[in-house]
């Protein structure tokens, strides 16, 4: 696209409340504007990149299965009483509102309650088992403090899967299943390398939950990293009992500040218990479904990649999720020569189904290169005077800062 | 994708208290799920055909130079307090909470004045001018009665258009191009012919908006259409004047009724004067920008398209937002015979890039029939030991119930 047709305009300062590093950088560069703390709206570039992100995740959730469907925001009380999740005393990051008549609703935070409740339309017998469902959906929280940016919304895009089986065992496999999946996700994300598998509290029916915890310097969790066996233990549960579960000594952990980029757990029956959701076994016996959910927010992915991938001129995106893969800078001169080249090349890449983000804008060399390193697209390509007096294009890694000319022909 | 693994059932009966056909066909066929009054999720089908309709609506916007974002549910009352919009006793379609410092928030209904802001950061001059935004989000409105399905929800997806322009001579340009658009969006959804620009009640800015009707009994409008002339009056303001201004007679007109599927509003610069978007002209002088309006439901129109192409066995999809073009159904014998054509078949067409629901469940062929009836798929492929015996495909168009066989080997 080109850039002077692109409505949003970088600015040099980030709004003075704006206290978190990835918020301030999106800010800046014109992908995300602040509503209110916690609540952010996402421009033409931030929707691209957080679409990205969607795709990836919703490519790995079908690939181990997952049907995708879409659920309500508004919740009805009833069912959240029935697991005795309503009370404010019990859960306080509920957002609650009323219908003209009077009847209380709240905003979903998670979705267990409403899914188990549509499953038991669909769920009959161990012939309709397993089934995995997933949505990519706006969550909720009411947080009394929301100074992290996108990493902690009150209004956050959610993508929860949640797992139905008729047993602990094929849960337990598609928990693997899905376990790898995220590591799959993570990678393709371009935070694999940084990004754990975190021993954390599970609750009745397992001993741990696993967290996927992205090493950052902003992250609001400490983990203990064991670097060679890849994985890691949440601060809130390392005792004695874990080390010696996993088989790890306290000395081979690093202590680390690290975001909880997504979670897996296993909830066993006590979602389908409550709600009664169950199923008539190969003997006619009515049994409780096994559930599990697996949650990845793709907001927060993308406030942790803006954390970890930038620098003080801005924003350094992976190609995987970047909003576009190059950016055109054109050096307009006293004649047409460069933008008619700049044109053609344009052209040229689009053509070639390669995204482009196209600077035709009217304005000097200084600004143009310091809109490209904040908005942070994997590839700048400069044509100016002086690069087509060798008929070449100046090629600039963000990442590295690496420069080489390359001849125009090779891209026409 | 495989019916047996589709996790939804059809069911025979829609819930007691569910009194519109659009939702009573969409829950029986596994599109939606009703959570209450005049809130649904939507089911793996159903979404479907949502983002097959989201798809085209998209695409048309594109095509008139709209920028895609996303915009916050949550709403902060200073920028609708501006506009004198926050009231109850002015507009009692809120719903509102609050957050744990007590601030009251809404749940937007529509964005002007979120946008409007938004855009206060990114227009400075004529030279920004003109830009056209949309997005596709989730709406809140706290209707009194929901009785209509997914036809008037108090949670639905809104497409909603916002134009930026210097004066009111190119606003009208922008409008008119987008009375064009929207024309296309409902030719492409398969509900052009049904559908009418109809005349309503304008504003301070212009005399008459526009709505895009599309004829049902189900409809809460009354309209006069001009069948001729292909345009239609909405019944609020019918009058002698009317009739004068756009050149009809009385006795030309048709009482009708009639589903909104769209409007178009000159917004003037109501917005802009109240929360100061203000552009420099040519002179330096500061101006308020001129805005438009243009706003289309998804979930609407797809409740629209249930209740007019829809019989007593249930649903009928135009291709272009049928969750699937093919219901291959196979009618399973004593050997193995049809389950391997049916599965090279399905092969086949899924390589060819044809969206297929294949019906490999082990059940009669009652059942079967009336299930692919009742989704409503164009094209019903029909593989048996009968139509094997002449190497064929028995084929039935939904709409039109017309049976043709085939020979198999001209599909694969």
Chains 1, 2 share one sequence.
């Not at 189904?353 to 196209?358: A, N, R, T």
């Amino acid at each position: 696209m080109k850039q002077s047709q692109l409505f949003t305009k970088t600015r040099r300062e980030a709004p003075k409340d704006e206290v978190s590093k990835n918020a301030q950088l999106l800010i800046r560069a014109g992908f995300i504007h602040k509503e209110m703390a916690g609540v952010y709206d996402f421009l033409p570039l931030g929707l691209r990149t957080l679409n990205k992100i969607v795709n990836i995740i919703r490519e790995e959730m079908n690939a181990i299965g997952g049907e995708e469907m879409y659920m309500s925001a508004l919740q009805d009380k009833a069912k959240w009483e029935a697991t005795d999740r309503w009370d404010d005393e019990k859960l306080d990051i509920w957002f609650k509102t009323k219908l003209k008549n009077g009847t209380e609703v709240g905003l979903g935070f998670t979705h267990e309650e409403a899914l188990t409740s549509i499953m038991k339309d669909h769920i009959r017998s161990y012939k309709d088992l397993p089934k995995a469902v997933y949505q990519f959906q706006n969550k909720f929280r009411n947080e009394a403090r929301a100074k992290s940016g996108i990493l902690r919304g009150r209004e956050f895009l959610m993508k929860d899967l949640y797992s139905f089986n008729v047993d602990l065992k094929s849960h337990n496999e598609y928990h693997e299943k899905a376990r790898s999946a995220y590591m799959k996700i993570y990678e393709r994300l371009g935070i694999g390398s940084l990004t754990y598998v975190t021993f954390a509290s599970g609750g009745t029916f397992s001993k741990y939950s696993h967290e996927f915890q992205t090493l950052c310097e902003a992250g609001e969790d400490i983990i203990y990293v064991h670097e060679a066996r890849k994985i890691a233990i949440n601060k809130e549960v390392l005792t004695e009992e874990v080390l010696k579960d996993l088989g790890v000594k306290r000395a081979d952990l690093q202590e680390r500040k690290a975001i909880e980029v997504g979670n897996i757990f296993s909830l066993g029956t006590k979602f389908s218990d409550a709600l009664g959701l169950n199923y008539g076994d190969e003997k006619g016996a009515l049994k409780p479904v096994v559930m599990g959910c697996y949650g990845i927010g793709p907001s927060r992915v993308m406030g942790t990649i803006a954390e970890v991938w930038s620098d003080d001129k801005g924003l350094i995106w992976p190609e995987s999720v970047a909003p576009f893969k190059v950016h055109l800078v054109a050096l307009l001169g006293s004649d047409d020569k460069v933008k008619k080249a700049a044109d053609d090349l344009y052209d040229s890449l689009t053509t070639k189904g390669i995204e482009v983000l196209y600077d035709d804008r009217d304005c000097g060399a200084g600004e143009k290169f310091g809109d490209s390193d904040l908005i942070g697209i994997p590839w700048r390509y400069v044509i100016s005077e002086k690069t087509l007096a060798s008929d070449s294009i100046e090629i600039k890694e963000r990442k590295t800062g690496k420069v080489e000319m390359k001849k125009m022909a090779s891209f026409l």
